[in-house]
């Protein structure tokens, strides 16, 4: 199968960090396609660039020529996600929702450490709105940007790693999800220095949308995620599968 | 004062109704200002149109080169406020909220009554997110789309007013909330035949956004709405207040 | 148009302070008439005085001779509001509800601070039946009683602008509401130690109040604000509007 | 033991059915005192003539001359609770608690059937306060007044009987709770013709009250309930112990 | 009335204990039986040894010759309580929601002081299956294991008083819950040592089991505790009634 | 890799089938062993014969001489999750959360349709539990019995597909899940009735476990799931990995 990994930033190395973590978990046949927007941030850290993201994820999606089974949305706390499941049929996959839900099975709670305390309630927003917020112990900031965490790996897991471990001490979490789509390469260390399991998104994302396939499961059109009404649309081109 | 009036469709025809309501309650001395969208949707109904609205107000009103004192964002259950208030540090009022909280001093629960099926969760998800859901006895829809609310207002009344009787009888709502940027002037007419005070969004909104300019109140900037960082963003020009 | 400002509590310099702070800000046009119970204690701090306080600003209001086009009740977590909207059917708005809703509007979350450790459930409490709570990070306690706040203001202010500065830092609040009736003239010096806004909540009903009024809304008689039914009191006159 | 058992309207002859009511499931050597306020309402059915009947109950509870080891507050969905907490150090026990918590030990939900349609919001108040809420499947509405209670006994039976089936089919109760205070005589045809237990909630609080008393409990003076503060009041004589 | 309380684990001083306690608060005429299942844990930490002691209790109970008139289950926070629901038509009390509900009518809010860290995920989840939660400010653990408890009860009153202090002050709890089996004794020493009310589960539950007795109350069969089906089990004897 | 799939309840036919549908969707190289308990009820339809199911399916599962990556609970609205997440380091999935967590992908909101009205409110017990429920339509029941689904799978098909169409159209759902072991064989049929995405329990459980097992993730071990402390253990043989 062929699964999209949108990101949601105009950084290709990020896009290309983002890809290789989600082939080093693919199935055997699963080819991973990394998508960078053609517009918008160079790395999302609040609602304007995210919103932003939004649109720009979902025009690179349906400008996507060949064919595909399902799409990530490889930004942690970002909107977007219910815009592109009216666009497609394919499953869509948000790593926010993903980390979550898998975390949710290897623990009772969790808490997720994302880079600026800026970024925490929009995460916590979005985890509300997917039903998903109630096992949350707390969602907690290492106060890194996300480029800082590439231009200083070393930094970054330390800073991680601590706020992981007042999450399982103070906040009382048994899982840590790492809130940020470029964290992967992080996630081993932090496993050694917490003691805890912990969930990378994007490869959290890639078994959910695997699983989802291989189960012939696609995205309910009764409602919320009908296809959009045929109308007059100014600025913004939409061809939808 | 000044009081930017966004509209979140391209319809002109509709930015003139709303900014006709607005400015039908604005106090002495307030100037409304009609803003419509350069890019988007006729109309919104759905979340694609809806992000891509969010952006398309969000360009519109930092391109505004006048000065003003507040921007109130005319759609029923749309994305994008928290963005704008990032951008600016005037209130920002959106029209969803300012309904909602409206009518909790009129009764002890409202219920609103929109236009499509699929705008529902939409708008239980914008309340839920302003913590304003909790009095919220439910959001109903006439089952019009929102330009049939224009060219036929005589149907739309008879439907609004329908669910609206069923909302205060079979939901318990004591309070009727007009869940479009396009019902204004249905209003009356939904009163005399449901016996319960009605609110229009665009109405409250303005009162909401005069209020806060006279007690000199601007929008928080030590967290989630601080202005975005400096960073290279493609395709979007920003300039901010 | 003329709205009553009603003290909790029997102490005039109070009712004085309450009025003036309410006049600062109402607009051109509006009178603001400051009303004292005639009965109940002179600083409310705990379920009793509050309980007393309710029916005592009940008494007064009904009482009240002239025309009028809203009330406020001017008591941060009393008791009370339902009963004067049974009463009455031009708006009722009680400091507590329009301080917080306020606050929603300028930022994601905020904090009270209000005088006495035991004041804060009667507070919570309120905002919890009000559908005000979602988004309201906390409620703190400055140690103060009522009226010492008016006998060493400066005192008042370190010990408030301590609480909101633990507020905004611990408990992640993005706006402050001042939870007294007695505390507008500390709020410029609190909003300069803690640079977040803060609000007012006599100053934001009267905001509120002359919204309500300018858009024509009046309290719902559907059922729980219906006026009470005709029957035998004993030892209380009530001539209502 | 001695239990001071408060009817909140004025009405003896529904003070002497508590107070029989209340005997008749009391253990050997509880001594039930049936109270009427001295002011307030004939009937209690709204939240004006409720605050006014918190004051009654306290005025007469504080003023009663003998010992006593608990106070009973018998009517349901009242205000006034917490404050005769601050007046004793006895235990109090409102009905509309000791209804609901006794409900929840024989059935996974239950529902209250009480009198007139707007007693149901002052009810859903008092148990969401009372963190009873939860499990409580609905509050539904006979549409008789208090008195017609007494004065059409088998009407009665018949109205609350009909509301009580469609709890337990339509909102799935398993228990139900009869939600006023002259309810008592009517339970054993309600247990009758629904085939769930049926609690009334004097009878229950009785329960409650020898319970806490025998256990030797009273109630907590650390914050909500502390006792009040010294202070001036003016037209109400508190002696309290 | 005969009262079977049953212990949850095999140890049989620890069911003498809980037997005592029992009888110390149990009126005239209630005989207290202590039973003590026939397999299971030594102490119960965790769900697999509270699921056995699930079962054990059943069986113990149903193997029960005699008659009886209600059922405790005394054991915090352990599995179990639904399936007696089911097995019998006596009023079944969980200690864990006794102690909660009385808790409630004394303060505002009640913290639970635990043995294991462990625990307190448990006691948690039965409390908010038991709707019983909202009032709840926190479940602390003293890091002492049951057996712990009567081997060395100064070090455990120690540490339960030093928890029940952290619960008053820092998560404001008004009332403390003692949240084991086997803590009665050391009740009267918490209580000089905190100065708040304390609830022993066991001695709650005998005061509410003898209450619901004496009302005549019995479990709801429409549903959730509706007796099990007839059919066919393999290793396991139960005998109902 | 190697999962095993226990059924809850000692209906063999059951195992085979189960066992059947989950091989149907198993990725290559995944073996799917099916366990039958050694004791217990040969359906499970209430809270008695669940936790005794709860208690056999640990015992089977820690029974098996063999290795295995993951482990199904393949019961819907059982006990004992908890418990075997305690025992063992390989990741544990209940095919009640499985379910609810893949539909959560495909819609907004969920219903699920079960047998009996009894096993209702178990199921909603366990999603709340799981913190799996706040995007729950409903939970609604067939009125047929576990067996009754086997015997007569036609009638079982109709009845399920009206109470999933009511689910879809007067709750609100967007997604069905099919809320027991047995079903999978019908889902084809519902999908097709319906008109939106039917979930098995089983097969989404198969690939949930298939992806965490491919993640390398575990169970965490830091407090809830902690391995059960050494203790003396009467009746039950425990060896565990």
Do not use: W
Request: overall charge negative; glycine content about 10%; charged content about 20%.
């Amino acid at each position: 199968m062929r699964i999209l990994v949108a990101n949601v930033n105009t950084t290709q190395t990020m896009t290309d960090g983002i890809a290789e973590a989600a082939r080093a978990v693919a199935a055997p046949g699963t080819e991973i396609i990394g998508l960078t927007p053609d517009f918008g941030a160079e790395s999302c850290e609040g609602n304007f660039e995210s919103y932003l993201a939004a649109i720009a994820v979902m025009d690179k999606v349906v400008k996507y020529e060949g064919q595909y089974d399902a799409v990530i949305q490889a930004g942690y706390g970002e909107h977007g996600r219910e815009g592109l499941q009216e666009l497609l049929t394919v499953p869509v996959v948000d790593i926010t929702d993903a980390a979550a839900s898998t975390a949710m099975y290897l623990g009772r709670s969790y808490s997720v450490v994302t880079t600026l305390d800026r970024a925490v309630p929009l995460i916590e927003d979005r985890l509300i709105l997917a039903g998903l917020h109630d096992r949350c112990a707390s969602v907690r900031s290492s106060g890194l940007g996300v480029l800082e965490l590439e231009s200083d790996p070393e930094r970054a897991i330390q800073a991680i790693a601590a706020e992981a471990q007042r999450a399982v001490e103070i906040d009382r979490a048994e899982v840590i999800v790492l809130g940020c789509g470029g964290m992967a390469e992080l996630k081993q260390r932090v496993v050694e220095l917490c003691g805890v399991p912990v969930v990378d998104g994007v490869q959290a994302a890639v078994a959910v949308a695997e699983g989802l396939v291989r189960l012939g499961l696609t995205t309910s059109k009764v409602r919320t995620y009908a296809q959009p009404r045929p109308k007059r649309i100014t600025g913004f081109g939409t061809r939808t599968r």
